[in-house]
């Protein structure tokens, strides 16, 4: 079986053809348009499913893992930041459905990020598992004994706006001192250049500058770290999950801080096991996949 996984974030739509056993047999991605509100993003979606139906027409559906809150049994999008204009309120299942005769599935991009590193990243061994992926923004995802936990609102799991510094920086959600105004790779950027009156553009730049002797950057660091070791000590004392995957494109950069963060967790007794995620930015793409498989097997049509 083969099936179509797609994950949109606020700067880039990624979808593969992704098989039953997890290998990716056609990839595509484009940037997402977000000047036309959701007809742009829409059109970044179709785009990459378009591409990949050239390729490979036997398909059994779509599944997707989208930047927002989302209804996974309706397939809409219930929530959405202005970092997808126009969003919130897409019928997605719906839209996709309707426009190329499959089944579809719809989640959350970090639930669908979870998902994958559990199929495809040797994770199953832990009954439950929470995923905190520090990127452009911060997400999250909680799964108990092997199944996703969504909450009464859609909003389990959104790590990124459960607030670490209280009467902090405002965000873009409305509260002040959201996490992802903190350990968002952004936020890192923007204290690094604060902090020593240096251009960095990426994060990746921050945490390579470790090495230099710029003590205001050691000091950026050493905080960024002392506050994701506290956001994991919190999710740790509230859900006791088994295990925590740290996922994102932070993550890209850990040879310069995992041991860093490991120190401060055991100043924090910690118990959970704490890992990296090791699908990159394949993860979502994988999740939204499985989503298929597992979803018309419950269906019995798979």
Not at 172 to 199: F, I
Not at 217 to 222: D, I, N, R, T
Request: net charge neutral.
């Amino acid at each position: 079986m083969k099936a179509i996984g797609v994950d949109i974030g606020g700067t880039g739509v990624k979808a593969s053809i992704i098989d039953e056993k997890g290998r990716i047999l056609y990839a595509e991605s484009t940037a997402t348009i977000l000047t036309n509100g959701r007809t742009g993003v829409l059109e970044s979606v179709f785009s990459v499913i378009d591409s990949l139906l050239k390729k490979e027409k036997s398909i059994i559906g779509i599944g997707v893992g989208t930047a927002g809150r989302v209804n996974a049994i309706t397939g809409e999008v219930v929530y959405a930041t202005a970092n997808l204009p126009g969003w919130q309120g897409t019928k997605l299942a719906g839209i996709l459905s309707k426009k190329y005769g499959f089944p579809c599935f719809i989640e959350n991009d970090a639930n669908a990020a979870l998902i994958g590193e559990v199929w495809q990243g040797n994770k199953a061994a832990y009954p439950s598992i929470t995923m905190l992926t520090l990127g452009t923004g911060v997400g999250g995802a909680n799964m108990i004994d092997g199944k996703i936990v969504s909450g009464g609102h859609f909003q389990s799991g959104e790590w990124g706006h459960a607030v670490l510094v209280p009467n902090g920086r405002p965000c873009n959600c409305g509260m002040r001192g959201c996490t992802e105004q903190y350990l968002s790779g952004k936020a890192l950027v923007r204290l690094a250049n604060e902090q020593t009156n240096r251009q960095f553009n990426h994060g990746n730049e921050v945490f390579e500058g470790l090495a230099g002797d710029c003590e205001q950057l050691k000091a950026v660091v050493h905080t960024y770290i002392d506050l994701l070791a506290l956001a994991i000590y919190n999710i740790s004392v509230t859900l006791d999950p088994h295990a925590v995957i740290i996922g994102g494109g932070v993550i890209d950069s850990r040879k310069h801080w995992w041991t860093l963060l490991i120190e401060r967790l055991r100043d924090y007794h910690v118990q959970a096991e704490v890992f990296p995620a090791v699908l990159g930015n394949a993860a979502g793409m994988m999740g939204a996949a499985k989503l298929v498989f597992d979803g018309l097997k419950k269906r019995g049509e798979a």
